[in-house]
């Protein structure tokens, strides 16, 4: 079963078209990455599949196992299993972490109450859950008890978004460049974190720039390269090492 799916989806911002036709499926247990020059669209491929106001669809459609959601708000496109880690998680003062993810993973579960979901009936059971995922992320305990992302670094920041897609376990994840300004140390203890919580019955969607976080990880099946709103070429995981080493100029001067 197609978890997702693109269909020639145009978009634009302020009256300006940036998506041009976007066209994409993915399945279930799958780890794609949409890689492309600064500027391309890819943020804004993201910021349009959570349904921020400032992008407005105009053509095309966005389904997910068939069912198209364009007409559903943030909200509701999340219950429907969607999660977007953002390129600068924003910090939230006065929220704690561990509520946060509590009140969101019990959110989720009452929306995809047909999923094989844990039910935590006490807060120990689901502070025991926590840390436990806490482990693969490679964050410590002390983070539950710290208001969401404030004065987390941004390595931290980073791991904290993969930290609440394992929570949450969302049937499809879009990372918005989870590599943007960290060093080589970072990049690769996010990619193990994306590595550890990724699974058979989920997709995940990495948006970069650089293939380096992409080496880090466990499992590539796609690729793909974004450029001028859509995307241009796609192929397996040597397609990362290809952009690596040439750059995207080969690619544009095929299409």
Excluded: C
């Excluded at 196992?65 to 559903?72: A, C, R, T, V, W």
């Excluded at 429907?80 to 993973?105: D, I």
């Excluded at 929306?111 to 490679?138: C, D």
Aim: zero cysteines; aromatic letters at 8%; a negative charge.
């Amino acid at each position: 079963m197609t978890e997702l799916e693109i269909r020639d989806l145009h978009a634009s911002r302020d009256g300006k078209e940036i998506l041009k036709g976007v066209n994409l499926k993915t399945s279930k247990g799958e780890v794609h990455a949409i890689m492309g020059p600064n500027g391309s669209g890819k943020s804004t491929l993201a910021y349009t599949l959570l349904a921020h106001p400032k992008y407005e669809v105009t053509s095309g459609d966005i389904l997910v196992d068939g069912e198209s959601i364009l007409e559903l708000k943030p909200d509701e496109r999340a219950k429907k299993g969607l999660f977007l880690g953002f390129q600068y998680p924003t910090e939230v003062s006065g929220v704690g972490f561990s509520h946060f993810l509590r009140t969101s993973y019990n959110g989720l579960s009452k929306a995809l109450q047909g999923e094989s979901r844990e039910v935590f009936i006490t807060v120990r059971e689901f502070q025991k859950y926590l840390k436990e995922n806490l482990k693969q992320v490679g964050l410590k305990d002390e983070f539950l008890s710290r208001y969401l992302n404030e004065g987390f670094s941004g390595g931290e920041k980073k791991r904290s978004e993969v930290l609440q897609m394992a929570v949450l376990k969302p049937t499809v994840s879009i990372l918005d460049e989870p590599d943007s300004g960290l060093d080589v140390d970072a990049v690769q203890s996010v990619a193990k974190a994306i590595s550890e919580v990724s699974g058979k019955d989920s997709t995940v969607i990495v948006i970069t720039h650089y293939a380096r976080i992409l080496k880090f990880l466990n499992k590539l099946d796609h690729v793909h390269v974004f450029y001028d709103g859509r995307i241009i070429k796609s192929g397996g995981a040597s397609l990362a090492d290809e952009l690596d080493a040439k750059g995207y100029d080969w690619v544009v001067q095929n299409v």
